[in-house]
């Protein structure tokens, strides 16, 4: 989400919505047709490119406030869609007893939480790492030009509206390969990914730690969840 709003400059709000379809998507071909954990990875990254493709399109036409107002429509059609298919699991708000690289036996014990956290800080530095390649790269400087002055970028011949496409369809692969982790780790999925609740909730670890810093929105969002919980818990 940093790359998509600090970045390329698109204010989408569909950014659950992508991590829902993946996390949708290979939760019910697992539940169904058996599908192991090493093939849901890949094949979340696969949700997430055609979901993103699709999303980012209206963006080579708005912008602004239309645009995230667009894809919080999306995410609203999603939620509803999921939430009333029988298929999807409307009946129990979600799919339930996907396959995971946990083994049973280690389910809810000391040394499966330990495996879950050391898999998760793994995954959060590659993410980490692709945020600072494609920030630092050549795409992401075009962008950062745009930002500053958009008429001047298209008159050194930068296709400012196809790099932000490009930034946000690689961000959204990154989201697919999120919703098929999420599945992996607790077997299961629910229509509340794509609640407006949730969105809101990484809105303000975005807003805490920063929309341009990769590090800032790490404790961003630390805050944020341990704020959650501690309400939580009262």
């Known amino acids: 989400w940093v790359l998509v709003w600090g970045t390329a400059g698109l204010f989408s709000l569909a950014t659950m919505a992508v991590v829902g379809v993946a996390g949708y998507g290979v939760a019910f071909l697992s539940i169904n047709y058996g599908l192991p954990w090493y093939f849901m990875l890949p094949l979340g990254v696969i949700f997430g490119l ?4 699709i999303i980012s399109l209206p963006a080579l036409r708005i912008r602004g406030v239309y645009y995230s107002l667009l894809t919080m429509g999306i995410a ?8 009333q298919n029988k298929a999807l699991g409307a009946s129990a708000s979600g799919l339930y007893g996907a396959d995971s690289f946990i083994p049973e036996t280690l389910v809810n014990t000391t ?3 330990i495996i879950i956290h050391f898999v998760a800080l793994l995954v959060l530095g590659l993410a980490l790492i692709l945020h600072y390649f494609i920030d630092n790269g050549r795409l992401g400087l075009l962008l950062r030009t745009a930002r500053e002055s958009e008429s001047t970028a298209l008159a050194f011949g930068v296709d400012v509206p196809w790099a932000r496409m490009m930034v946000f369809v690689l961000s959204s692969m990154a989201l697919g390969f999120i919703g098929a982790f999420y599945v992996t780790i607790f077997r299961s999925i629910s229509v509340s990914i794509f609640s407006l609740e949730t969105l809101l909730l990484l809105l303000a670890m975005m807003v805490i730690g920063g929309m341009n810093s990769r590090f800032g929105i790490v404790l961003g969002t630390a ?10 818990d009262l």
């Open 111 to 113: 040394s499966g939480f």
């Open 50 to 53: 055609i979901t993103g493709i």
């Open 223 to 232: 805050l944020v969840v341990f704020v959650d919980q501690q309400l939580t």
């Open 76 to 83: 609203e059609f999603l939620r509803v869609y999921v939430s």
